[in-house]
T-cell receptor
Framework: EAQVTQNPRYLITVTGKKLTVTCSQNMNHEYMSWYRQDPGLGLRQIYYSMNVEVTDKGDVPEGYKVSRKEKRNFPLILESPSPNQTSLYFC??????????????FGEGSRLTVL | GESVGLHLPTLSVQEGDNSIINCAYSNSASDYFIWYKQESGKGPQFIIDIRSNMDKRQGQRVTVLLNKTVKHLSLQIAATQPGDSAVYFCAERPYQGGKLIFGQGTELSVKP
C-alpha cells in the first residue's frame, strides 16, 4: 500500500530534550516536506526536499533541522525543543517527474507536546 | 501579503443537501488550485484540483469552480453524506514551481 509513515504519532517531551520525528514514503517520490498545523494558522511549511541531499527552508524553519540521506526517508529533528514547538506535524511527499498535479500525499500526523 | 483564506470557519448542512465551501485567494498570478479534506485524526487528503485556465472541474460528487475575476474558489459537494464531515482546505500555487499555500480550513458538519 502506498503510504507516508510518520513516527511517533504522539509524543510528550520536555524542553531541551532532542527528538527526531521520522518520515518514510514507499512511493519513490522525489519531493518530501514537513508541515506544522496550528489552530488559526493552518498548514505551514517547515522544510522541504527536492531529492536526496537537497533540502531547503520553508516558512517556519527556526528550531528545526532535516536530512535527506535516502530517497524514502526525511526525518525532522528538534535539537532543543521549546514549548512553542508544541504542534501537529505532517510529513508529505509527491513525485516531481511527470505532469504536475499538486497532489501531496500526507502522513497521519505526529502530535508533539513540549513541556 | 499573499494569502489563501476561507469565508466561513464552520459549515453545518443536513445529510442529502448540497454543500458549498468557499475560498478567497489574493494572488492573481496563481496558476493552480487544490482542495484537500482532513478527517479527524488524519492527514489531509487530495480531493480535486483545477488549473487557472479552467472555470469548472467535476469529480465524483464534487465540483470545483474558479472565478478569476473576483479571485474566488469554491468546492461543491453534492448529496452530502456523514462521511463528508471533515475540515476542507483550499491551496494555491502562486507560480509554476512554487510551493503550495494553504488556507486555514472550513469545518463541515453533516447532520443526519
Amino acid at each position: 500500500e502506498a503510504q507516508v509513515t510518520q513516527n511517533p504519532r504522539y509524543l510528550i517531551t520536555v524542553t531541551g530534550k532532542k527528538l527526531t520525528v521520522t518520515c518514510s514514503q514507499n512511493m519513490n517520490h522525489e519531493y518530501m516536506s514537513w508541515y506544522r498545523q496550528d489552530p488559526g494558522l493552518g498548514l505551514r511549511q517547515i522544510y522541504y526536499s527536492m531529492n536526496v541531499e537537497v533540502t531547503d527552508k520553508g516558512d517556519v524553519p527556526e528550531g528545526y533541522k532535516v536530512s535527506r540521506k535516502e530517497k524514502r526517508n526525511f526525518p525532522l529533528i528538534l535539537e532543543s525543543p521549546s514549548p512553542n514547538q508544541t504542534s501537529l506535524y505532517f510529513c508529505a511527499s509527491r513525485p516531481l517527474r511527470g505532469t504536475f498535479t499538486g497532489e501531496l500525499f500526507f502522513g497521519e500526523g505526529s502530535r508533539l507536546t513540549v513541556l | 501579503g499573499e494569502s489563501v483564506g476561507l469565508h466561513l470557519p464552520t459549515l453545518s448542512v443536513q445529510e442529502g443537501d448540497n454543500s458549498i465551501i468557499n475560498c478567497a485567494y489574493s494572488n492573481s498570478a496563481s496558476d493552480y488550485f487544490i482542495w484537500y479534506k482532513q478527517e479527524s485524526g488524519k492527514g489531509p487528503q487530495f480531493i480535486i484540483d483545477i488549473r487557472s485556465n479552467m472555470d469548472k472541474r467535476q469529480g465524483q460528487r464534487v465540483t470545483v469552480l474558479l472565478n478569476k475575476t473576483v479571485k474566488h474558489l469554491s468546492l461543491q459537494i453534492a448529496a452530502t453524506q456523514p462521511g463528508d464531515s471533515a475540515v476542507y482546505f483550499c491551496a494555491e500555487r502562486p507560480y509554476q514551481g512554487g510551493k503550495l499555500i494553504f488556507g486555514q480550513g472550513t469545518e463541515l458538519s453533516v447532520k443526519p
